[in-house]
């Protein structure tokens, strides 16, 4: 378990910071860029979260949670001496999201065009997420070309946009209340 008996410690107020394996890298390094990325999404969530109940909470709920397993799994370069007890995302968490999307998709029409951030507040929220996701899976993606990084990590964070996607669907009253894109509309 985490104890922060301490919360600021000056290591960083060089522009450093450490891995979970204790290498010192830069605050502006690609690994560091994508965790601090994916914590982005995580409080985004938690925006989210405050226009949300029931259902889409508690997967939410859950998701956050994932995202601290995969800031971890991040922080930890493969290979170190802490490997043995690295937490790593895992395919049951992924699973899980594949679950959860065909489930909620289950009372969705299909889309006739893309949709447009709005409709209601969590689905506004839900949309800025599943931006930040994506943009911490490119991110991921350019460190995997460099490091190694979990397929597992990377296949996560794609079907959390996907995910994301989907719950702003069913927030925006199963979808009735999304706001469609009209290509040319303002020509």
């Keep these: 378990m985490v104890k922060l008996d301490k919360i600021y410690t000056r290591g960083g107020d060089k522009g450093e910071t450490s891995l979970t394996d204790g290498t010192r890298a830069k605050k502006y390094a690609p690994r560091v860029e994508a965790y601090g990325s994916i914590d982005e999404s995580n409080a985004i969530i938690g925006i989210a979260r405050l226009h949300t109940s029931g259902a889409e909470d508690d997967m939410l709920g859950r998701i956050q949670n994932d995202l601290f397993d995969l800031g ?85 964070l794609n079907r959390l946009s996907d995910h994301l996607f989907v719950m702003s669907r069913k927030t925006n009253n199963n979808g009735t209340d999304d706001v469609l894109w009209v290509p040319g509309k303002n020509r």
């Design 72 to 156: 971890a799994d991040v922080s930890l370069p493969h290979g170190t001496k802490f490997e043995e007890h690295a937490l790593r995302v895992t395919d049951e968490q992924v699973t899980r999201l594949e679950n959860e999307i065909d489930q909620m998709n289950e009372d969705l029409s299909p889309l006739k065009s893309f949709t447009l951030p709005g409709g209601s507040a969590a689905s506004a929220y839900l949309h800025q997420a599943r931006t930040v996701v994506r943009r911490s899976e490119r991110l991921l993606v350019r460190v995997s070309e460099e490091e190694e990084i979990s397929d597992i990590a990377i296949k996560y």
